[in-house]
């Protein structure tokens, strides 16, 4: 059977034996090459050993796991964050981790997450074409709202709609989430993975546009939604989509 190397990153004993165990028993795929507790130990330690997939906490005895993602980690190492934390998700994803598990950790979540970055990589080493953005049906955005964490595939969110220091989040199933967040931070985390910009309040996914009706200043989504553009953005949507005016 073919290994991948994993290592993981957490400050609590009792979370590093409960992740050893399940790689254990639910991913014999992976070998486990080191544990550290902290980001100066994982950051020494990377420099002897990279692993396929870090398992990282994000509140750590010296810092946290962001400070480890700025300072290291090797492009090709896929990144499972798991904490206690759910109103982290967003920043989370800005640096393009991989996956957003909660604690405690469920272990078909971790085998099934496993599962998929292993298939990944295989296909990245093979050199088989392989779309590696936020839109992959691998990569997931965790959203917090009041009392959970949505964790949904970008496909599967149609725009974001600004409500003052709040973000609606609608999604292609017609539900939406509200969410403590402010809409700049949606558009730094999706703008470079087909999220578009076009007005103050309103941030689209390019895959759900329909029709860009330009002398109405609005564009038209495939679920019936007219979405205005404004002024401002309106050389945005000319550029990005190479809109000639006439």
Do not use: W
Not at 28 to 38: C, D, Q
Not at 43 to 53: E, R, S, T, Y
Not at 149 to 158: A, N, P, R, Y
Not at 217 to 222: A, G, P, T
């Amino acid at each position: 059977m073919k290994k991948y190397t994993v290592a993981i990153v957490d400050d609590e004993i009792d979370s590093q034996i409960t992740l050893r165990s399940f790689l254990e028993e639910y991913c014999p795929s992976v070998e486990l090459i080191g544990t550290y507790s902290g980001v100066n130990d994982c950051i020494n330690g990377l420099k002897l050993a990279v692993p396929d997939i870090l398992l990282l906490d994000i509140s750590l005895s010296d810092g946290t796991g962001f400070d480890i993602l700025r300072k290291t980690t090797d492009p090709d190492t896929k990144v499972i964050m798991i904490t206690a934390h759910g109103h982290y998700a967003v920043e989370a994803f800005k640096y393009k981790v991989d996956d957003y598990l909660l604690k405690p950790v469920n272990p078909k979540d971790l085998q099934n997450s496993i599962t998929d970055l292993t298939d990944l990589i295989d296909k990245q080493r093979n050199q088989i074409p392989y779309h590696n953005t936020l839109h992959s049906a691998l990569k997931k955005l965790g959203i917090p709202s009041k009392d959970k964490l949505h964790i949904t595939t970008l496909k599967d969110i149609v725009r974001c709609e600004a409500d003052s220091n709040y973000t609606l989040v609608f999604l292609k199933d017609e539900s939406r989430i509200i969410v403590p967040k402010t809409i700049k931070i949606f558009e730094e985390t999706l703008g470079d993975n087909g999220f578009i910009r076009v007005h103050q309040s309103h941030l689209i996914n390019q895959e759900h546009i329909n029709t860009i009706l330009l002398k109405k200043s609005c564009i038209e989504l495939k679920n019936g939604d007219r979405i205005p553009i404004s002024r401002k953005y309106k050389s945005t949507v000319v550029s990005k989509f190479k809109l000639k005016l006439i």
